[in-house]
């Protein structure tokens, strides 16, 4: 619902705001391809998107949903480069590379999983240890 809410206060404002660009008298001479990229991004960008990410914090909750987020640069990148032909470089790739690292670890690898902070029962000098767990 606080969704649904958002996107048509913001969609109302954008509305609003656009009367003040003087281009309505564009959407005319429109290409059938913007009109396509259009409706993909209504469709597939914005509604379908929404409801998986509103998925995925039911499933595991908003704080690991919100690591994912770190991944919509690169998906951009691999999309841009496989439709539009876009170039990268090597920093980008080890940009990449880091981001995805760090996700990984963020979120708990399937292996490799830091319990939260645990009493030490036999010694109490060290009073905190993490745990992994395999």
Not at 42 to 61: D, E, H, Y
Not at 80 to 109: D, E, H, K, R
Request: hydrophobic share 50%; net charge positive.
């Amino acid at each position: 619902m606080t969704t649904t809410v958002t996107m048509l206060i913001g969609s109302f404002f954008l509305a609003i705001g656009s009367f003040f660009e003087n281009g309505w008298g564009n959407v005319t001479h429109v290409s059938v391809q913007a009109w396509a990229e259009m409706a993909f991004m209504v469709l597939c960008s914005t509604v379908v998107a929404f409801f998986l990410w509103n998925m995925g914090i039911q499933k595991i909750g908003a704080s690991r949903t919100s690591m994912y987020m770190n991944l919509v640069p690169i998906n951009a990148t691999w999309i841009s480069m496989l439709f539009y032909g876009s170039s990268i470089t090597w920093q980008q790739i080890m940009g990449m590379a880091l981001v995805i690292i760090a996700v990984f670890f963020s979120t708990g690898s399937p292996g490799l999983h830091f319990s939260k902070f645990r009493q030490h029962k036999n010694d109490p000098l060290k009073k905190t240890q993490w745990m992994i767990k395999k």
